[in-house]
């Protein structure tokens, strides 16, 4: 354990070793715990099936039991994804049939059951939410969007699809905004909430804005590779039942996200190039 600040602590733990997140649990002794631990959504081949299972959803379960050891259990505000759906009905709505595409989806959605369940049958606390693709500063590059500013800032053309498939992107401070708000909600245990912008933006209209803000004149790279297999073309979430449960809405447009992401990643290529120059004296 290493002091991040005065106020926050840093644990790592391994969430697929059962005792090891009990042990974390019974030592700090939560009040809420907000659940992100997960294997990345990228890779959808099968040989990912049986980590999935491990650590994405044996990670939930352990954390599901280890709070059912405890006198108090804490809130658990759970976070899912929007890729639970699939290529089910558009907007996607809470109580509809969940159809997983990939291993991470499929691990998801089984999170998602085996929590409503431990909630109806032994009244664990917990909130799930499924946000949209989320996005904004500090995004890893695996995820479409950084991976498009890092391709155009560095002046090489990104493999695209054709890019008609929509994706309801949501800014990251929306989201953390509802999480936080969840985390206070204890009398909305059991309860899903979907977490995105309610609006659908083409991959290939994504990419040229993208272009557009880097000042990149080469190619955009639409259409330079195939479809992924399953590919989910249409993706939209219904939010109302958040707004009307905790007052909560998406408030940054994609066009006003873009452009704080694209302000974070002008700082960090100047960073990037002061420490490089630095390094050279």
Known sequence: MQPADDNNKTIALDVSDAEQVLSVLKAV???????????????????????????????????????????QPPLLVHVGSSEEYGGGEIPFKEDQVLTPISPYSAAKASCSQFLIAAHQAFNLPVIITRPSVVYGPGQASGMVIPYLFNSYLSGKTPALSPGEQTRDFVYIDDCI???????????????????????????????????????YAGATGIGASDYRKAEVMRHKECCLKARDYFGWEAKVDIESGLSKTFQWWQAEKAQAKVSSQANVQ
């Not at 909600?185 to 309610?198: C, E, M, V």
């Open 177 to 215: 905004d509802a999480l936080a708000t969840l985390g206070l909600r204890p009398d909305l245990a059991g309860h899903i909430f979907n977490l995105g912008s309610s609006t659908e933006s083409k991959l290939k209209d994504i990419a040229e804005k993208i272009a557009a803000l880097c000042e």
């Open 29 to 71: 002794r939560p009040q809420i715990i907000f659940h992100l631990a997960a294997l990345p959504a990228g890779d959808r081949s099968a040989a990912r099936l049986p980590e999935q299972v491990r650590v994405t959803f044996g990670g939930t379960v352990n954390l599901a039991q280890a709070m059912l050891q405890l006198e």
